[in-house]
Protein backbone atom coordinates (compact mmCIF):
# COMPACT_ATOMS: atom_id res chain seq x y z
CA UNK A 1 0.00 0.00 0.00
CA UNK A 2 1.12 3.47 -0.85
CA UNK A 3 0.74 6.55 1.62
CA UNK A 4 -0.22 9.93 0.79
CA UNK A 5 0.32 12.57 2.88
CA UNK A 6 -1.28 15.75 2.52
CA UNK A 7 0.32 18.73 3.64
CA UNK A 8 -2.44 21.79 5.03
CA UNK A 9 -1.11 25.03 6.22
CA UNK A 10 -3.14 26.92 8.52
CA UNK A 11 -3.22 30.36 9.86
CA UNK A 12 -6.55 31.04 11.67
CA UNK A 13 -8.87 28.56 9.96
CA UNK A 14 -11.04 27.44 12.80
CA UNK A 15 -13.51 28.09 10.08
CA UNK A 16 -12.26 25.82 7.48
CA UNK A 17 -10.35 22.94 8.66
CA UNK A 18 -13.13 20.85 9.74
CA UNK A 19 -14.69 21.10 5.97
CA UNK A 20 -11.47 20.53 4.44
CA UNK A 21 -11.39 17.83 5.96
CA UNK A 22 -14.83 16.47 5.07
CA UNK A 23 -14.31 17.56 1.32
CA UNK A 24 -10.77 15.22 1.34
CA UNK A 25 -12.70 12.44 2.52
CA UNK A 26 -15.33 12.45 -0.07
CA UNK A 27 -12.26 10.78 -1.94
CA UNK A 28 -12.36 7.99 0.30
CA UNK A 29 -13.73 5.31 -2.49
CA UNK A 30 -10.87 6.50 -5.04
CA UNK A 31 -8.20 6.43 -2.18
CA UNK A 32 -9.64 2.77 -1.20
CA UNK A 33 -9.53 2.04 -4.99
CA UNK A 34 -6.18 2.91 -5.58
CA UNK A 35 -4.93 1.17 -2.18
CA UNK A 36 -3.76 4.76 -0.96
CA UNK A 37 -3.43 5.21 3.00
CA UNK A 38 -4.53 8.44 3.66
CA UNK A 39 -2.48 10.98 6.45
CA UNK A 40 -3.24 14.36 6.88
CA UNK A 41 -0.73 17.04 8.38
CA UNK A 42 -1.98 20.17 9.47
CA UNK A 43 0.37 23.00 10.23
CA UNK A 44 -1.12 25.47 12.75
CA UNK A 45 1.54 28.82 11.79
CA UNK A 46 0.30 30.04 15.11
CA UNK A 47 -2.75 30.89 14.41
CA UNK A 48 -4.51 33.36 17.09
CA UNK A 49 -7.86 31.33 17.34
CA UNK A 50 -8.95 27.82 17.73
CA UNK A 51 -7.57 26.27 14.64
CA UNK A 52 -5.06 23.93 16.62
CA UNK A 53 -8.36 22.93 19.29
CA UNK A 54 -9.96 21.80 15.92
CA UNK A 55 -7.52 19.68 14.64
CA UNK A 56 -7.29 18.00 17.48
CA UNK A 57 -11.37 17.18 18.08
CA UNK A 58 -10.47 15.79 14.73
CA UNK A 59 -7.44 13.58 15.67
CA UNK A 60 -9.58 12.09 18.40
CA UNK A 61 -12.02 10.99 15.69
CA UNK A 62 -9.87 9.88 13.02
CA UNK A 63 -6.30 9.06 14.10
CA UNK A 64 -4.88 9.92 10.41
CA UNK A 65 -5.17 13.90 11.09
CA UNK A 66 -1.94 14.71 12.60
CA UNK A 67 -1.12 18.39 13.62
CA UNK A 68 2.68 20.25 13.88
CA UNK A 69 1.64 23.32 16.18
CA UNK A 70 4.37 26.42 15.61
CA UNK A 71 5.63 28.16 18.57
CA UNK A 72 4.45 31.24 16.37
CA UNK A 73 3.40 32.81 12.56
CA UNK A 74 6.64 31.74 10.60
CA UNK A 75 4.77 32.26 7.36
CA UNK A 76 3.29 29.86 4.92
CA UNK A 77 6.55 29.04 3.54
CA UNK A 78 7.84 27.60 6.78
CA UNK A 79 4.75 25.59 7.05
CA UNK A 80 4.72 23.80 3.66
CA UNK A 81 8.61 23.34 4.51
CA UNK A 82 7.67 21.66 8.01
CA UNK A 83 4.49 19.59 6.23
CA UNK A 84 7.43 18.05 3.99
CA UNK A 85 9.45 17.51 6.54
CA UNK A 86 6.74 15.53 8.87
CA UNK A 87 5.20 13.66 5.36
CA UNK A 88 6.20 9.50 5.36
CA UNK A 89 4.32 9.64 2.21
CA UNK A 90 4.96 8.28 -1.25
CA UNK A 91 3.39 10.88 -2.39
CA UNK A 92 2.41 14.42 -1.12
CA UNK A 93 0.39 17.15 -1.68
CA UNK A 94 -0.06 20.61 -0.36
CA UNK A 95 -3.06 22.24 -0.32
CA UNK A 96 -5.00 25.38 1.55
CA UNK A 97 -7.31 24.68 4.28
CA UNK A 98 -9.79 27.12 2.50
CA UNK A 99 -10.79 25.19 -0.24
CA UNK A 100 -9.38 27.43 -2.85
CA UNK A 101 -7.37 23.74 -4.45
CA UNK A 102 -10.37 21.63 -4.69
CA UNK A 103 -8.98 17.83 -3.53
CA UNK A 104 -11.71 16.97 -6.03
CA UNK A 105 -8.78 17.30 -8.88
CA UNK A 106 -7.18 14.10 -6.99
CA UNK A 107 -8.16 11.84 -9.12
CA UNK A 108 -7.42 13.50 -12.22
CA UNK A 109 -4.10 14.38 -10.54
CA UNK A 110 -2.95 10.90 -10.20
CA UNK A 111 -4.09 9.30 -13.52
CA UNK A 112 -1.28 12.06 -14.91
CA UNK A 113 1.02 10.33 -11.91
CA UNK A 114 0.41 7.07 -13.52
CA UNK A 115 1.69 8.10 -16.85
CA UNK A 116 4.82 8.70 -15.30
CA UNK A 117 4.60 12.75 -14.19
CA UNK A 118 6.69 13.09 -10.93
CA UNK A 119 5.12 16.22 -10.71
CA UNK A 120 1.40 17.50 -11.09
CA UNK A 121 1.05 21.10 -10.37
CA UNK A 122 -2.04 23.42 -10.74
CA UNK A 123 -2.42 27.22 -12.47
CA UNK A 124 -5.62 28.89 -12.01
CA UNK A 125 -6.36 30.43 -15.54
CA UNK A 126 -8.99 33.11 -14.30
CA UNK A 127 -8.53 35.52 -11.14
CA UNK A 128 -11.87 36.25 -10.72
CA UNK A 129 -13.04 37.42 -7.50
CA UNK A 130 -9.81 39.21 -6.98
CA UNK A 131 -9.36 42.96 -6.74
CA UNK A 132 -8.39 43.83 -10.26
CA UNK A 133 -5.75 45.93 -9.17
CA UNK A 134 -4.04 42.97 -7.70
CA UNK A 135 -4.55 40.26 -10.40
CA UNK A 136 -3.09 43.48 -12.28
CA UNK A 137 0.53 43.40 -10.24
CA UNK A 138 0.31 39.99 -9.84
CA UNK A 139 0.69 39.35 -13.61
CA UNK A 140 2.80 41.94 -14.09
CA UNK A 141 4.96 40.63 -11.56
CA UNK A 142 5.24 36.89 -13.70
CA UNK A 143 6.04 38.69 -16.81
CA UNK A 144 9.19 40.20 -15.04
CA UNK A 145 10.07 37.13 -12.99
CA UNK A 146 10.41 35.34 -16.38
CA UNK A 147 12.51 37.77 -17.73
CA UNK A 148 14.87 38.46 -15.08
CA UNK A 149 15.20 34.70 -14.00
CA UNK A 150 16.00 30.87 -15.27
CA UNK A 151 14.29 29.64 -13.01
CA UNK A 152 10.69 28.95 -14.36
CA UNK A 153 7.86 30.59 -12.40
CA UNK A 154 4.46 30.08 -14.19
CA UNK A 155 2.24 32.90 -13.82
CA UNK A 156 -1.13 31.88 -11.69
CA UNK A 157 0.91 28.86 -10.13
CA UNK A 158 -0.76 27.83 -7.05
CA UNK A 159 0.90 25.91 -4.17
CA UNK A 160 -1.59 22.93 -4.96
CA UNK A 161 0.71 20.26 -6.04
CA UNK A 162 1.11 16.37 -6.06
CA UNK A 163 4.52 14.94 -5.97
CA UNK A 164 6.71 12.01 -5.66
CA UNK A 165 8.97 11.37 -2.80
CA UNK A 166 11.78 12.06 -5.02
CA UNK A 167 10.36 15.49 -5.66
CA UNK A 168 9.94 16.10 -1.96
CA UNK A 169 13.38 14.63 -1.20
CA UNK A 170 14.78 17.15 -3.68
CA UNK A 171 12.90 20.47 -1.77
CA UNK A 172 13.93 19.22 1.25
CA UNK A 173 17.31 19.49 0.15
CA UNK A 174 17.08 23.10 -0.24
CA UNK A 175 18.02 24.27 3.34
CA UNK A 176 17.52 27.96 2.60
CA UNK A 177 16.09 30.45 5.07
CA UNK A 178 14.52 32.80 2.73
CA UNK A 179 12.02 30.30 1.07
CA UNK A 180 10.09 30.86 -2.15
CA UNK A 181 8.36 27.77 -2.94
CA UNK A 182 7.18 28.53 -6.41
CA UNK A 183 10.60 29.09 -7.57
CA UNK A 184 12.35 26.03 -5.81
CA UNK A 185 9.59 24.09 -7.55
CA UNK A 186 10.67 25.16 -10.65
CA UNK A 187 14.35 25.01 -9.91
CA UNK A 188 14.05 21.58 -8.98
CA UNK A 189 13.17 20.91 -12.18
CA UNK A 190 11.12 17.17 -12.63
CA UNK A 191 8.63 16.13 -15.35
CA UNK A 192 5.68 18.45 -14.13
CA UNK A 193 2.11 18.55 -15.92
CA UNK A 194 -0.18 21.64 -15.41
CA UNK A 195 -3.65 21.33 -14.81
CA UNK A 196 -5.69 23.92 -15.14
CA UNK A 197 -8.75 25.25 -13.09
CA UNK A 198 -11.32 28.33 -12.79
CA UNK A 199 -10.08 30.60 -9.89
CA UNK A 200 -12.72 29.07 -7.07
CA UNK A 201 -13.47 31.75 -3.96
CA UNK A 202 -12.11 30.96 -0.35
CA UNK A 203 -14.64 29.85 1.44
CA UNK A 204 -14.51 30.68 5.04
CA UNK A 205 -12.83 32.95 6.82
CA UNK A 206 -10.73 36.11 4.95
CA UNK A 207 -7.23 36.25 2.99
CA UNK A 208 -4.17 36.68 4.78
CA UNK A 209 -2.58 38.44 2.34
CA UNK A 210 -2.35 41.96 2.21
CA UNK A 211 -1.84 43.67 -0.82
CA UNK A 212 1.86 45.17 1.15
CA UNK A 213 2.44 41.40 2.35
CA UNK A 214 1.63 40.18 -0.93
CA UNK A 215 4.36 43.34 -2.69
CA UNK A 216 7.21 41.90 0.14
CA UNK A 217 6.72 38.47 -1.11
CA UNK A 218 7.16 39.55 -4.49
CA UNK A 219 10.40 41.27 -3.71
CA UNK A 220 11.30 38.09 -1.85
CA UNK A 221 10.94 36.10 -4.37
CA UNK A 222 12.82 38.31 -7.03
CA UNK A 223 15.67 38.41 -5.22
CA UNK A 224 15.86 34.70 -3.91
CA UNK A 225 15.39 33.25 -7.98
CA UNK A 226 17.29 36.34 -9.73
CA UNK A 227 20.26 38.56 -9.25
CA UNK A 228 19.25 40.75 -12.13
CA UNK A 229 18.83 44.25 -9.83
CA UNK A 230 22.41 43.74 -8.95
CA UNK A 231 23.21 43.89 -12.86
CA UNK A 232 20.87 46.76 -13.04
CA UNK A 233 22.87 48.71 -10.60
CA UNK A 234 26.32 47.77 -12.16
CA UNK A 235 24.48 48.62 -15.45
CA UNK A 236 23.20 51.95 -14.70
CA UNK A 237 26.90 53.12 -13.10
CA UNK A 238 28.38 52.60 -16.34
CA UNK A 239 25.79 54.40 -17.95
CA UNK A 240 26.43 57.59 -15.91
CA UNK A 241 30.00 57.64 -16.20
CA UNK A 242 29.81 57.93 -20.21
CA UNK A 243 27.19 60.37 -19.98
CA UNK A 244 29.68 62.27 -17.65
CA UNK A 245 32.43 62.15 -19.77
CA UNK A 246 30.57 62.83 -22.18
CA UNK A 247 29.57 66.32 -20.61
CA UNK A 248 33.06 66.86 -19.29
CA UNK A 249 34.39 66.80 -22.86
CA UNK A 250 31.40 68.52 -24.35
CA UNK A 251 31.97 71.77 -21.62
CA UNK A 252 35.62 71.65 -22.20
CA UNK A 253 35.21 71.82 -25.93
CA UNK A 254 32.76 74.85 -25.79
CA UNK A 255 34.83 76.42 -22.84
CA UNK A 256 37.76 76.70 -25.35
CA UNK A 257 35.75 77.55 -28.16
CA UNK A 258 33.62 79.82 -27.36
CA UNK A 259 34.87 81.05 -23.67
CA UNK A 260 31.27 80.61 -21.61
CA UNK A 261 31.72 82.26 -18.20
CA UNK A 262 31.02 79.43 -15.58
CA UNK A 263 27.26 79.54 -14.97
CA UNK A 264 24.45 77.09 -14.23
CA UNK A 265 23.86 76.23 -10.53
CA UNK A 266 20.57 75.37 -10.71
CA UNK A 267 21.26 72.50 -13.37
CA UNK A 268 24.43 71.60 -11.05
CA UNK A 269 21.64 70.96 -8.13
CA UNK A 270 19.58 68.94 -10.15
CA UNK A 271 22.56 66.75 -11.51
CA UNK A 272 23.84 66.09 -7.96
CA UNK A 273 20.71 65.02 -6.89
CA UNK A 274 19.82 62.77 -9.45
CA UNK A 275 22.90 61.00 -9.41
CA UNK A 276 23.20 60.73 -5.38
CA UNK A 277 20.25 59.39 -5.74
CA UNK A 278 20.55 56.91 -8.33
CA UNK A 279 23.83 55.81 -6.15
CA UNK A 280 21.38 55.57 -2.71
CA UNK A 281 18.84 53.26 -4.81
CA UNK A 282 22.13 51.10 -6.10
CA UNK A 283 23.14 50.60 -2.66
CA UNK A 284 19.97 49.90 -1.50
CA UNK A 285 20.00 46.99 -3.70
CA UNK A 286 23.38 45.60 -2.85
CA UNK A 287 22.10 46.31 1.17
CA UNK A 288 19.09 44.04 0.17
CA UNK A 289 21.20 40.87 -0.86
CA UNK A 290 23.61 41.73 2.01
CA UNK A 291 20.93 41.61 4.03
CA UNK A 292 19.74 38.35 2.49
CA UNK A 293 22.53 36.86 2.83
CA UNK A 294 22.78 38.22 6.20
CA UNK A 295 19.98 35.84 7.41
CA UNK A 296 21.02 33.34 5.37
CA UNK A 297 24.44 32.96 7.51
CA UNK A 298 22.70 32.89 10.76
CA UNK A 299 21.09 29.71 9.83
CA UNK A 300 18.03 30.07 12.06
CA UNK A 301 15.92 27.51 12.04
CA UNK A 302 12.69 27.67 9.61
CA UNK A 303 10.34 26.84 12.03
CA UNK A 304 10.40 25.86 15.40
CA UNK A 305 7.72 23.10 16.64
CA UNK A 306 5.35 24.11 20.37
CA UNK A 307 4.17 20.73 19.95
CA UNK A 308 2.60 17.73 17.45
CA UNK A 309 0.80 14.88 17.52
N1 LIG B 1 -1.19 30.59 5.64
C1 LIG B 1 -0.24 30.19 6.56
N2 LIG B 1 0.55 31.15 7.16
C2 LIG B 1 0.42 32.48 6.88
C3 LIG B 1 -0.54 32.86 5.90
C4 LIG B 1 -1.32 31.90 5.31
O1 LIG B 1 -0.10 29.01 6.85
O2 LIG B 1 1.15 33.28 7.46
C5 LIG B 1 -2.05 29.56 4.97
C6 LIG B 1 -3.55 29.82 5.09
O3 LIG B 1 -4.06 29.31 6.29
C7 LIG B 1 -4.09 29.08 3.88
C8 LIG B 1 -2.97 29.24 2.87
O4 LIG B 1 -1.79 29.56 3.60
O5 LIG B 1 -4.31 27.70 4.12
C9 LIG B 1 -3.28 30.31 1.84
O6 LIG B 1 -3.63 31.51 2.48
P1 LIG B 1 -4.80 32.43 1.93
O7 LIG B 1 -5.98 31.60 1.55
O8 LIG B 1 -5.03 33.49 2.95
O9 LIG B 1 -4.13 33.05 0.66
P2 LIG B 1 -4.82 33.32 -0.76
O10 LIG B 1 -5.50 32.05 -1.17
O11 LIG B 1 -5.77 34.44 -0.54
O12 LIG B 1 -3.67 33.67 -1.65
MG1 LIG C 1 -6.85 31.09 -0.13
Redesign the pocket.
Known amino acids: MALLSVV ?4 N ?1 EETVEDFYTELMKNASFFASRDLEVEVIY ?1 N ?1 GSKDRTAEVVKNLHEKDERVHLVNFSR ?1 F ?2 ES ?1 MFAGFESARGDYVVTM ?3 L ?1 DPPALLPEMFSWMDQGFDCVATRRVSRKGEPPIRSFFARGFYRLMQKISKTEIVDGARDYRLMTRQVVDAILSMKEYNRFTKGIYGWVGFQTKWLEFENVE ?1 MKGE ?3 SFWKLLLYALDGIMAFSTAPLAIASVLGMLFCVVAFVMILVIIIRTLAFGDPTSGWPSMVCIYLLVSGVQLFCVGIVGQYLAKTYMETKNRPIYIVKDRF
Open positions: VPCYEIDNGKADADQRTKW
